[in-house]
């Protein structure tokens, strides 16, 4: 992972994640003093070490985490990173992200997150099936359909997930077991539009955005110039839809590092080369350039979708970008959201630009739950309608804000930003429910 040299800022991403939760409080008029530390702490954090027999007859004891952060609105919600950096901060900070998120898109879901401490680049296919198998064995009953409910995340994918509902069926026989994780292939109970659906809800979300004037100086994705940084799921999917509306990709990286070129990059082509050779440096056509260079090059909108903490205080500056669309959770640092805020860019976060993957697993969970198969213009629709208005309650939130600001709430120095509104409506949607449901006893 590219790591700052200049910056003394916490790149812990619980740090980051409490201070964008007290910041988004300092907008709220009025919430009970005594359920804070409730919505901003993990409910339940489960660690497990097991071991796993390795391709060489070695045997290697691996670390995994669960972390549920709170189910007041519906079982947790979150999905599974395979990453050699993954620590306990980041899945409890990934996963109050899917509490927040599953509250402003409106679906009844909390949030939750899973990690397993590895790096799937030198594991084989049968090593990640022993472990992943063994990793749901160790969850139990931990995770279930109506508890907590995984997904994919980086480096796991539709294969790691039919391992996940395989395993937890054949330890819960005679149930309909496939609402137990979603992102499942289609063949197993998978949804159509799942394997697009976060590049897609970041479409459908930038588009309302701009249909909003949100952006001054941006009014649409035609001939717009994007840089995409992490060429995986949300990244390679994102490059490709925002192309097919006109918008020019003029550099995209992974982790290998990125490439330029400003006459635009064909996002399929990149993909089939990266397909072939690993990665999308060496296409042809395209100068080099590092992920560093990737984030600051010019262009109109940047879409990280690799990893968290990419933009901080020591880049923030540089960027020049008018949009950030959030398609990673958490790639920007609390620091790093001052320094765009006081240049005038606008950051559409991540708890709204990448929900849709968490919209369309919960239309193939309620299929699952029916035994039912919706067909790809449903989910496509219903996930434009989920995104469009979590946008619309954004903005309309940022508005309010603004004129709560002009009025000199609170003495709050700065005005609110789109991460502040989205985040106000989802922690007064989720204290609502608290209240509503009642402390018990
Ligand atoms: P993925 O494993 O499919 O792809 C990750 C990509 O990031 C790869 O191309 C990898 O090479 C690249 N990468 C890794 N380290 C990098 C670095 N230091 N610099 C540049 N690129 C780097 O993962 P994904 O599912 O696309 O997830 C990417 C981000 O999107 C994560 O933050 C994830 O939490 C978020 N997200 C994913 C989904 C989903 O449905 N897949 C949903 C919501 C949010």
Known sequence: ?????????????????????????????SIKVGIIDYLISPKRTLHVRFPVNMDDESIRTFHGFRVLHNRVRGPGKGGIRYHPDVCEAEVTALAAFMTWKTAVVDIPF???????????????????RRITRRFVAELGDNIGPHTDIPAPDVYTDSQTMAWIY?????????ENNLAV????????????GRDEATARGSLYASEQLLKRGAVPGLKALDGACVAVQGYGNAGSVAARLFHEVGARIVAVSDSRGGIRNDAGLDPVQVLAHKEKTGSVVGFEGASKISNEELLTCDCDILIPAALECQVRQDNAANVKAKLIVEAANGPLTTAADKVLQEKGVIVLPDIVANAGGVVVSYFEWVQNLENQ??????VDRKLRKKMTRAVDDTVDRWAALNERHKEG???NSVGPTLRDAALVTAIERIATVVLQRDIWP
Do not use: Y
Request: net charge negative; proline share 5%; charged share 25%.
């Open 373 to 378: 198969q919706w067909d790809l213009e449903k």
């Open 1 to 29: 992972m590219d790591m700052p040299t200049k910056s003394a800022e916490s790149l812990d991403l619980f740090v980051n994640a409490r201070q964008q939760f007290e910041q988004a409080l300092t907008w709220i008029e």
């Open 110 to 128: 909390g949030g939750g997150k899973g990690g397993i401490v590895c790096n799937p680049k030198e594991l084989s296919r049968g090593e990640l």
């Open 166 to 174: 395989d395993t937890f069926d054949l330890m819960h026989p005679g």
């Open 181 to 192: 994780v979603t992102g499942k292939p289609l063949e197993i109970g998978g949804s159509v």
């Open 409 to 411: 709430f609170n003495g």
